[in-house]
């Protein structure tokens, strides 16, 4: 072997005695190798190879390395090969950085594919699509978008100032952040716009030469969480409201009681029982989340401390009914108010007496509940109008937008209310009530 000073430095600690060496002894772990180029070289062929994976000794322990190798004959004066020449570029750091490009991209890709939030790369001013991973696809309906402009793949998110935004990130170089941005997305070509709620970034991202040549937009659908936020707030709002009016009511049933009363002892007896009446249904509406309550479930709640021990003295009957919250609380201070008058004064101050609540719904959504008294004292008009009188008559028909009366027959009290059904349902009865 005859080489020049850059082979030198290729072989390593071979070096000087590799010089002047047979091929086949100074290379001997490519043994098999060489003698595959001698024998083509002195046949008068020709050999070229790139990227060649070799394993060479020439740091006194084996290593990978790789090369663009070219072997051509070498003729003596008659023309016949007598040896071979061998040019032998090394080209394993090109190799294995390329390797490692690869390996990155691909770390980077898989990265990219299984990444929880959503990923798209766009190209050029035009914004075309380059990648996108799964989690925009499935936030864009599962259209295919790769090799469009976003004009193109997502009109409707064009016609919403998207583009626009882009256009401006594309020519300043600067990121856009958004939180929360409400966006309406077309799923299928004849669906409706669908309302979604993202986080989410657009970065530029510059060529070698300092210009902006994509947009990296990542982001996460946060639909569900601005969704429970707006709810909470509800929540709250109707959390505050509910406890103005409760409030508003306790004073109401102090003020009014104190005025109806003669003594400290039947005013804080009075409050104490209509503040438990109010407290029980606000339990009833409380395990129904405030969405309302069952009628039926209310009435009968409202007079169990009425109802005599070892008799039915009190029935109810009517079509099963959900009314609103504010309706229930209604129907729970009623009931509350009736019973305890008929306790004092009316049917079930006698052993003999019952009362019989009924509702029912009639023509054009008419609703009508009676309270009738039977079998107790002949009921008389006393011109008094308490604190109970004034919430059955006036307070609860107009906060139910209908007319109350009752009626003194022989056999005992006849409690008449007529309102609308939407009423009952906490619904305008009347439209732009």
Same mark, same amino acid.
């Given at each position: 072997?005859?080489?020049?000073?850059?082979?030198?430095? @290729?072989?390593?600690?071979r070096h000087p005695v590799l010089f002047g060496s047979n091929v086949r002894e100074g290379w001997a772990e490519v043994a098999d190798f060489n003698d595959n180029v001698m024998k083509v070289g002195l046949a008068g062929g020709t050999l070229a190879y790139r990227d060649q994976e070799l394993t060479l000794h020439r740091k006194g322990f084996p290593e990978k390395v790789?090369?663009?190798?070219?072997?051509?004959?070498? %003729?003596?004066?008659?023309?016949? %090969?007598?040896?071979? #020449? /061998?040019?032998?570029?090394?080209?394993?750091?090109?190799?294995?950085? !390329?390797?490692?490009?690869?390996? !990155?991209?691909?770390? &980077?890709?898989?990265? @990219?594919?299984?990444?929880?939030?959503?990923?798209?790369? *766009?190209?050029?001013?035009?914004?075309?699509?380059?990648?996108?991973?799964?989690?925009?696809?499935?936030?864009?309906?599962?259209?295919?978008?790769?090799?469009?402009?976003?004009?193109?793949?997502?009109?409707?998110? /064009?016609?919403?100032?998207? +583009? /626009?935004?882009?256009?401006?990130?594309?020519?300043?170089?600067?990121?856009?952040?958004?939180?929360?941005?409400?966006?309406?997305?077309? $799923?299928?070509?004849?669906?409706? *716009?669908?309302?979604?709620? *993202?986080?989410?970034?657009?970065?530029?991202?510059?060529?070698?030469?300092?210009?902006?040549?994509?947009?990296?937009?990542?982001?996460?659908?946060?639909?569900?969480?601005?969704?429970?936020?707006?709810?909470?707030?509800?929540?709250?709002? !109707?959390?505050n409201h509910r406890v103005k009016n409760s409030l508003a009511s306790i004073q109401s049933i102090v003020t009014q009681t104190l005025k109806s009363v003669g003594s400290k002892e039947e005013a804080s007896h009075a409050i104490s029982e209509r503040i438990l009446a109010l407290s029980r249904a606000h339990n009833i509406l409380t395990n129904e989340n405030w969405n309302?309550?069952? &009628?039926?479930?209310?009435?009968?709640?409202?007079?169990?401390?009425?109802?005599?021990?070892?008799?039915?003295?009190?029935?109810?009957?009517?079509?099963?009914?959900?009314?609103?919250?504010?309706?229930?609380?209604?129907?729970?201070?009623?009931?509350? =108010?009736?019973?305890?008058?008929? +306790?004092?004064?009316?049917?079930?101050?006698?052993?003999?007496?019952?009362?019989?609540?009924? $509702?029912?719904?009639?023509?054009?959504?008419?609703?009508?509940?009676?309270? #009738?008294?039977?079998?107790?004292?002949? /009921?008389?008009?006393?011109?008094?109008?308490?604190?109970?009188?004034?919430?059955?008559?006036?307070? &609860?028909?107009?906060? &139910?937008?209908?007319?109350?009366?009752?009626?003194?027959?022989?056999?005992?009290?006849?409690?008449?209310?007529?309102?609308?059904?939407?009423?009952?349902?906490? =619904?305008?009865?009347?439209?732009? #009530?």
């Amino acid at each position: 072997m005859i080489y020049n000073d850059a082979y030198s430095v @290729f072989a390593g600690h071979r070096h000087p005695v590799l010089f002047g060496s047979n091929v086949r002894e100074g290379w001997a772990e490519v043994a098999d190798f060489n003698d595959n180029v001698m024998k083509v070289g002195l046949a008068g062929g020709t050999l070229a190879y790139r990227d060649q994976e070799l394993t060479l000794h020439r740091k006194g322990f084996p290593e990978k390395v790789w090369m663009d190798l070219f072997y051509s004959p070498v %003729p003596n004066e008659s023309g016949t %090969p007598a040896g071979v #020449i /061998a040019v032998v570029v090394e080209t394993t750091d090109r190799v294995l950085a !390329e390797r490692r490009n690869r390996e !990155e991209f691909q770390r &980077l890709q898989n990265l @990219f594919e299984q990444a929880p939030t959503f990923m798209a790369m *766009l190209s050029g001013a035009e914004h075309r699509f380059g990648m996108v991973n799964p989690e925009y696809r499935k936030l864009v309906g599962n259209r295919t978008v790769e090799g469009l402009t976003v004009s193109e793949a997502l009109p409707e998110v /064009a016609d919403q100032g998207y +583009v /626009a935004l882009l256009d401006e990130v594309f020519n300043t170089g600067e990121p856009v952040n958004r939180t929360s941005e409400r966006v309406l997305l077309k $799923w299928t070509e004849d669906g409706p *716009l669908v309302e979604r709620f *993202l986080d989410f970034v657009y970065q530029p991202i510059r060529n070698e030469a300092g210009q902006v040549a994509h947009i990296f937009v990542q982001g996460s659908d946060v639909t569900e969480r601005v969704r429970a936020e707006i709810h909470q707030k509800l929540l709250i709002n !109707e959390l505050n409201h509910r406890v103005k009016n409760s409030l508003a009511s306790i004073q109401s049933i102090v003020t009014q009681t104190l005025k109806s009363v003669g003594s400290k002892e039947e005013a804080s007896h009075a409050i104490s029982e209509r503040i438990l009446a109010l407290s029980r249904a606000h339990n009833i509406l409380t395990n129904e989340n405030w969405n309302g309550a069952d &009628l039926e479930t209310m009435v009968a709640h409202s007079l169990d401390a009425f109802q005599p021990l070892g008799r039915q003295a009190i029935r109810i009957d009517g079509p099963k009914l959900r009314v609103g919250p504010q309706a229930a609380l209604s129907f729970a201070l009623a009931m509350h =108010e009736l019973g305890t008058n008929a +306790v004092k004064y009316g049917a079930l101050s006698s052993p003999s007496g019952s009362v019989e609540i009924t $509702w029912s719904i009639q023509e054009h959504g008419t609703f009508e509940l009676l309270w #009738i008294e039977k079998g107790g004292p002949v /009921a008389t008009e006393t011109g008094h109008r308490g604190f109970g009188s004034r919430l059955i008559l006036h307070v &609860l028909p107009k906060q &139910l937008q209908g007319s109350a009366v009752i009626d003194y027959h022989p056999t005992g009290i006849v409690f008449r209310l007529t309102t609308f059904l939407q009423a009952v349902r906490d =619904e305008p009865a009347v439209d732009g #009530i």
